[in-house]
Structure formats: structure tokens, C-alpha cells
């Protein structure tokens, strides 16, 4: 069954950069699109890098221009390169397939890797 494991958070200044990666096994990783989520405190969580198997991207408004999506087909793993990190980027991230991969009926994602952006 499929397993997703996020590393690479931690606390950064505001302006700062950080790189998250994702090992993904068991999950038919060639041919799925790819994505990362993040959710902060409070809120829901919401998609905001999207790679397809074709290694199309897609951004949402709030990272476009600062985030870089990339995954790695032989590897079995997808990246996420942050710049000019802002406050709000604060949150935990996960990568997961799009739409996310399920177990046992329901949605199933990894622990995620948290990221404190300090103002």
C-alpha cells in the first residue's frame, strides 16, 4: 500500500528559502499527477503545487512565481522548492497524489512536514 513521507520543514525567516521532499512507495508514482498540500492552523487545507506525469505544473495565486514543483520519476519523488517565503506560508505540508490517494475508503496522507515562516 501506498506510503508518503515529507521532510525538509523547519523554521525560516521571512524571505527566506526552504526545499521539501517527498518519497512516495507503492503508489504507481510514473503515471499520477502529483501535488502539495499545506494547512495551516484554523483553516483547510488546500493545493498549491500540482506536477502531472508529463512534468506540467500548476500554481495556485498564492505561490506562483515564488514556489518551483519538481519530482524525480526514477526516485519515486516529488520536491518543493519555496522562495521568498512569507509569514503566511506557515503550515504543514504534505505531498500527495491528485486527487490524494485512498486507504481503505478514505483519503490517506502522511504527517506532513511543518514550516514556520517568522516575521
Known amino acids: 500500500q501506498v506510503q508518503l513521507v515529507e521532510s525538509g520543514g523547519g523554521l525560516v525567516q521571512a524571505g527566506g528559502s526552504l526545499r521539501l521532499s517527498c518519497a512516495v512507495s507503492?503508489?504507481?508514482?510514473?503515471?499520477?499527477?502529483m501535488a502539495w498540500y499545506r494547512q495551516a492552523p484554523g483553516k483547510q487545507r488546500e493545493l498549491v503545487a500540482r506536477i502531472s506525469s508529463g512534468q506540467n505544473t500548476h500554481y495556485s495565486d498564492s505561490v506562483k512565481g515564488r514556489f518551483l514543483i519538481s519530482r524525480d520519476n526514477v526516485k519515486s519523488t516529488v520536491s518543493l522548492q519555496m522562495n521568498s517565503l512569507k509569514s503566511e506560508d506557515t503550515a504543514n505540508y504534505y505531498c500527495?497524489?491528485?486527487?490524494?490517494?485512498?486507504?481503505?475508503?478514505?483519503?490517506?496522507w502522511g504527517k506532513g512536514t511543518l514550516v514556520t515562516v517568522s516575521s
Open positions: 500527495n497524489r491528485d486527487p490524494p490517494y485512498s486507504r481503505s475508503g478514505m483519503d490517506y
Open positions: 507503492g503508489g504507481s508514482f510514473n503515471v499520477n499527477a
